[in-house]
């Protein structure tokens, strides 16, 4: 099972400022990587897949990059609706599909 | 408007059994694989299960391997999850999540979610 190790868990930032979250794979998971958003109380929601690719409707502002095992969502100026849980899934080898523990962005 | 509404789910006790079901509109599920994961409360997300069309091959996870089986009818347009001998570890909510064609899992989207409690 591909194991996928988020971090950090918490992140305290500001309106405004940039964001990097970090998503390291056990195994390589070549470019089948994706991330979600979940904010509290619904379900989570796709933000990048393969990687890198912004799904519909996404702003700009979200990016993501990386290959094989380590990879980065990057929001480059914090709105205020995007402090919330965001979460990796890789695709490549499954099943499982497997998901990362998760990283949380507050406001600090 | 894409929909997909699960339904089902409620309290059990330990050892019983639930039938989860989702009904999806503005979408077809004909030609995508379609997937359960679930949200232990306060947790993260776990993959459940997944069911592809056209073979309907089934996938599952290990920690439901032989009590839970998936099912979909694509005449109605809905995906089933049929969950035996329940445990406290099964309560979460689960999502009916859509994938992408044939077995890629491009978990693009997700219903709102149905609340499992296993208790006695």
């Known amino acids: 099972e591909v194991v996928l190790t988020q971090s950090p868990a918490t992140l305290s930032l500001s309106p405004g400022e940039r964001a990097t979250l970090s998503c390291r794979a056990s195994e390589s998971v070549i470019t089948y990587l994706a991330w979600f958003q979940q904010k509290v109380g619904q379900a989570p929601r796709l933000l990048i897949y393969?990687?890198?690719k912004r799904a519909t409707g996404i702003p700009a502002r979200f990016s993501g990059s990386g290959s094989g095992t380590d990879f980065t969502l990057t929001i480059s100026s914090l709105e205020p609706e995007d402090f919330a849980v965001y979460y990796c899934?890789?695709?490549?080898?499954?099943?499982?599909?497997?998901f990362g523990g998760g990283t949380k962005v507050e406001i600090k | 408007e894409v929909q997909l509404l699960e339904s089902g789910g409620g309290l059990v006790q330990p050892g019983g059994s639930l039938r989860l079901s989702c009904v999806a509109s503005?979408?077809?599920?004909?030609?995508?694989?379609v997937n359960w994961v679930r949200q232990a409360p306060g947790r993260g997300l776990e993959w459940v299960s997944g069911?592809?069309?056209?073979?309907?091959?089934?996938y599952y996870a290990d920690s439901v391997k032989g009590r839970f089986t998936i099912s979909r009818d694509n005449s109605k347009n809905t995906l089933y999850l049929q969950m035996n001998s329940l445990g406290p570890e099964d309560t979460a909510v689960y999502y009916c999540?859509?994938?992408?064609?044939?077995?890629?899992?491009?978990?693009?989207?997700w219903g709102q979610g149905t609340l499992v409690t296993v208790s006695s």
């Open positions: 503005g979408i077809t599920f004909t030609g995508y694989i």
């Open positions: 999540v859509k994938g992408g064609r044939a077995t890629n899992q491009v978990f693009d989207f």
């Open positions: 069911i592809s069309d056209g073979d309907g091959n089934t």
């Open positions: 899934q890789q695709r490549y080898n499954w099943p499982p599909v497997t």
């Open positions: 393969d990687a890198s």
